[in-house]
């Protein structure tokens, strides 16, 4: 008979790509509904013919098809956050968890007390969510082009009993007045600046760039991998945000040059493998007719 301990190594040796190791746990955790300590202290617990078929099928799914373990598990782990995704949605990344945290590090560093924060492009809901969760006083907008994805986050966002304000639109289009859709509504009405805080991780990775993908990133949607917003960004975010507040970014590997000369005065900060791949640029910067 097949007990934890067996069935993980038998995950661990199927697992035809280099997370086995990481993706073998989460497996276990979901389908045994353990945690992963669990995964140890009860190693000689056994596992029911029914935990194996669903493990079995996870695999094929995962090697066969190179689908992304968080589609197939519908769920994806963001910080200490565990959210519900599936393929309208981009999976959340590690690099995006450090964006969060160098916001939340900017916010206490800055003395910004009840921020008013916007997600742009937000996805699953991944970085409204963790700022909102983390500072339960700020006020939450996010907005994004896809409906399916602001379905999503809502959901997210229900999950952990958070207010955020989803938004549906191109960009800052909502914002500014340019309104195309009639769910978008323009719910701030006061002058502008609205925002202490301005953050994106938007799709940016090129046409010809995204034709070489490795297979798996074709199963997520393509308006969330490819484009290249910022110039736009920076111009409609020109007077939105607040003094002492900032617009903190990701962007792509190798793309700081072009990014240095969109915004000449952004800091910029590296991921765990020490590649830049967030910038961030003060208010100041954003100032109406300032830099553009
Ligand atoms: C790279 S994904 C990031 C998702 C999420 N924020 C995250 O970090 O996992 C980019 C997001 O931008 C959205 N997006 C693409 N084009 C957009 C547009 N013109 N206006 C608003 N959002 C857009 C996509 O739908 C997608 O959700």
Redesign the pocket.
Known sequence: MQNIETIKKFIEDELENDEAKLETRIILEKVLNINSSEIITKAKTPVTQQQIQKIKDIIKLRNDKKIPLAYILEEAH?LDLKLFINSD?????PE?EL?VDLILQEIKKRKIRQPTIL??????????IALKKAIPSATAYA????KA?LQIASINAEKYNLDINFIL???L?PFLGHLKSPIAVPIIRAEPPYFDIAV?????ISEEDYQKLEAELFHE?K???V?F?YEHLKKQLEGLIKENGFFAF?FGFGQKEKLQKIFSEAKFYQDLAGLDRIGLVESSYLKKDGNS
């Open positions: 963001f949605v981009l999976v959340p990344r995006t964006l997600d742009i492009g937000t996805g699953s809901g991944c970085i409204a907005s994004d082009i896809s994805s639109g191109d960009y289009d994106s991780n938007p799709p940016y949607p308006h969330a991998l484009g917003p990701e």
